[in-house]
């Protein structure tokens, strides 16, 4: 998975459904959006995506998400009728600039991440992988730090995501652990993309559509986590494929991946 930087500059570009697509995370998690890539022969779906406001103050990180589909030739937004490359992007934050802070400039000048051009000229630019671990931690604490309308990640009541899976008449509850990007990634570059219970592959069953997909378990019960816990991605996390996330929390006191293996093993017999 890369990393790419997409731009918004207000100057050129007035985004009048801004806060519908801000409404649209608060209800549904996500925001589904269409934006202008540069680097069209190297993005693929999966690939993450952080947005850049630029060209007036405020300056800086407003939102993050995932890029859902490969390039495409969309109509320029200006008008013109020129085809330019695009991607959709599901974004899981959108801050509000006249509400809320922004992961601004002068954070992202400071060690390693200084050597990225945080200003670029174009929208979809690949940012350098050496640094894109110390940007998603830099990411993540700064938005528990801060007060934000829909903080993923915040403690709060709404700290847990619920995610209802095709035939099944559970919820799996995707807490803030599993949500930090940071985590997940790591989780995924130490375990892979195969479901830790059935060993399913979306990107094997659905090729392109399916990858980089997979929902990550955090082993250990939300309500045992104290507010001093860290996360230990290799340690508390495991990726599983939504079936089988939704039966491991068919009870209360969610099942171990090592029962629900046991269970299929049984029911297969």
């Not at 700290?159 to 799996?172: I, L, M």
Request: aromatic letters at 10%; a positive charge; one cysteine or more.
């Amino acid at each position: 998975m890369k990393t790419y930087l997409f731009a918004w500059n207000p100057k050129k570009w007035n985004w009048t459904t801004l806060e519908e697509s801000i409404d649209q995370i608060e209800k549904t998690g996500r925001a589904n959006e269409k934006w202008s890539v540069i680097s069209h022969k190297k993005i693929k779906a999966g690939d993450r995506a952080f947005l850049m406001r630029l060209g007036q103050e405020p300056k800086g990180i407003m939102g993050a998400g995932f890029v859902t589909s490969n390039p495409f030739l969309s109509p320029h937004w200006n008008g013109s009728g020129k085809l330019v490359n695009r991607v959709m992007i599901d974004f899981e934050m959108i801050l509000n600039p006249k509400e809320e802070p922004l992961l601004k400039l002068d954070l992202l000048k400071q060690g390693n991440l200084g050597k990225v051009n945080w200003t670029p000229q174009s929208s979809g630019v690949e940012i350098n992988p050496e640094v894109t671990d110390e940007l998603e931690a830099l990411w993540f604490d700064f938005l528990i730090t801060q007060n934000i309308r829909l903080n993923p990640f915040k403690e709060n009541e709404s700290s847990e995501q619920n995610v209802y899976t095709e035939g099944t008449p559970n919820q799996v509850r995707i807490t803030k652990y599993e949500r930090n990007p940071h985590a997940r990634k790591a989780c995924i570059e130490h375990y892979g993309l195969s479901c830790s219970v059935c060993e399913f592959n979306f990107e094997q069953e659905y090729g392109e559509l399916g990858k980089g997909f997979i929902h990550v378990h955090h082993l250990k019960q939300v309500a045992d986590i104290g507010k001093e816990y860290k996360i230990e991605p290799i340690k508390d996390l495991r990726p599983v494929c939504p079936n089988c996330h939704a039966m491991i929390h068919k009870r209360k006191e969610p099942f171990t991946i090592e029962e629900i293996k046991e269970k299929r093993n049984k029911a297969s017999r």
